[in-house]
Nanobody, 124 residues
Framework: VQLQASGGGLVQAGGSLRLSCGAS????????MGWFRRAPEKTRVFVAG????????KYADSVEGRFTISRDNSKNTVYLQMDSLKAEDTAVYYC??????????????????WGQGTLVTVSS
């Protein structure tokens, strides 16, 4: 599976962005999908995840209530709607595909496929 993240950019604090993750080479409907981020000089951390059907979602505490993950399997695409952005959301955002059970959704080392990342910069 090849993943391509897009939609990053520069936004003011309080603004919104929507990231997209398009897949090719394989359909994503058999994968749990996740978004992770790496802030400058920090390690990569879990942001949000969604089960194969979209019925289950999980969020990091830091983004709960502000970010929404969704998927459209017919378009082979996963989205991350980011609202009420804060300066601390500045990071490179990565999408990833998980082929093991959903309970591992927040564990980056369990993911099999990764996109190249898209930079989100939030100015305060």
């Amino acid at each position: 599976v090849q993943l391509q993240a897009s939609g990053g950019g520069l936004v003011q604090a309080g603004g919104s962005l929507r990231l997209s993750c398009g897949a090719s080479g394989h359909t994503i409907d058999t994968y749990t999908m996740g978004w992770f981020r790496r802030a400058p000089e920090k390690t990569r951390v879990f942001v949000a995840g969604i089960s194969e059907s979209g019925r289950l979602t999980k969020y990091a505490d830091s983004v709960e209530g502000r970010f929404t993950i969704s998927r459209d399997n017919s378009k082979n695409t996963v989205y991350l709607q980011m609202d009420s952005l804060k300066a601390e959301d500045t990071a490179v955002y990565y999408c990833a595909a998980l082929s093991v059970p959903y309970r591992w959704v927040a564990v980056s080392t369990k993911y099999s496929y990764w996109g190249q990342g898209t930079l989100v910069t939030v100015s305060s």
